[in-house]
């Protein structure tokens, strides 16, 4: 992995931007892959901003989103579709049409899993995926214990995962228990992986996925398989990496070339 540690939130998803930003520009029909919640918002702020102000173009990208949750459909305030249209996709020149997220409502749910990862073949494969990571260590809704090499699937929310995103439907009861999520399998296939983590509840995690074993308990430790991990945090979620002064050195050291700004 690359660990790159910055003042903030704020600082780490400028730098991520931009990281997506140059996949974009050295291959004006990459292939995206989307992750939702509070965590990346600001990274969707600053590629409108580079859209509108330096012209960066989306009209020939495709882009397949980590997962929906099952039972809402794309209008539901609180689904995936919704909450990329309103804070990313209607603020940029992209097809609506080259936007994929997984179908919640699906009559056959297996058939859907199956076809997304077709949809994602017949793009040629993702070019850089974006992730955040759960309080669990969980990756999409690929929440602890489960396969390190699954494919897009049903998944049952773990409790943690329910209490901590349960606030915006308004109460634990409310929030839908299942949901439709690549599998590790799927995102580790990805050319890149981005993953930003903030914040001082997002220590125990990411001391588990960056120097923890390799373990199904934490499913972000996957990353650690993948030939081009980058991870982004800000000074409170590197907290309690043990060899924190050692990714800052080795982050410092690198050639020209190597640097992601």
């Not at 931009?18 to 029909?29: G, Q, T």
């Not at 509108?52 to 020939?60: A, I, K, Q, V």
């Not at 209607?90 to 609506?96: A, E, G, K, L, V």
């Not at 017949?122 to 214990?145: K, M, S, V, Y």
């Amino acid at each position: 992995m690359e660990i790159l540690i910055r003042d903030s939130a704020e600082i780490g998803c400028i730098l991520g931007a931009k990281i997506i930003a140059r996949v974009i520009r050295e291959k004006p029909d990459a292939v995206l892959g989307l992750a939702t919640g509070r965590t990346p918002l600001l990274l969707y702020q600053e590629l409108i901003r580079l859209h509108r102000d330096e012209g960066l173009d989306f009209s020939r990208v495709t882009t397949f989103n980590l997962d929906e949750y099952i039972g809402l459909a794309g209008t539901h305030v609180q689904s995936y579709r919704y909450f990329m249209r309103e804070n990313f996709f209607r603020h940029i020149n992209i097809d609506p049409q080259r936007t994929h997220v997984p179908d919640g409502t699906a009559a056959n749910l297996h058939a859907e899993c199956r076809g997304y990862e077709q949809r994602i073949l017949d793009a040629g494969g993702i070019d850089i995926q974006l992730l955040g990571l759960g309080r669990n260590g969980h990756i999409g809704f690929n929440e602890p214990t489960g396969s390190l090499r699954s494919r897009t699937w049903i998944k049952i929310l773990s409790e943690q995962t329910l209490r901590d995103n349960s606030a915006v439907f308004g109460s634990f009861d409310a929030m839908p228990k299942h949901a439709l999520t690549m599998g590790i399998g799927t995102i580790l296939d990805a050319r890149r992986c981005l993953l930003l983590a903030f914040g001082p509840a997002k220590v125990r995690a990411v001391e588990h996925m960056v120097e923890g074993p390799l373990a199904a308990i934490c499913p972000g430790s996957a990353l650690q398989l993948h030939p081009r991990a980058t991870v982004i945090l800000d000074e409170n979620s590197s907290a309690g990496l043990h060899y924190a002064d050692h990714y800052r050195w080795i982050d410092s050291q690198k050639l020209d070339w190597q640097r992601n700004g």
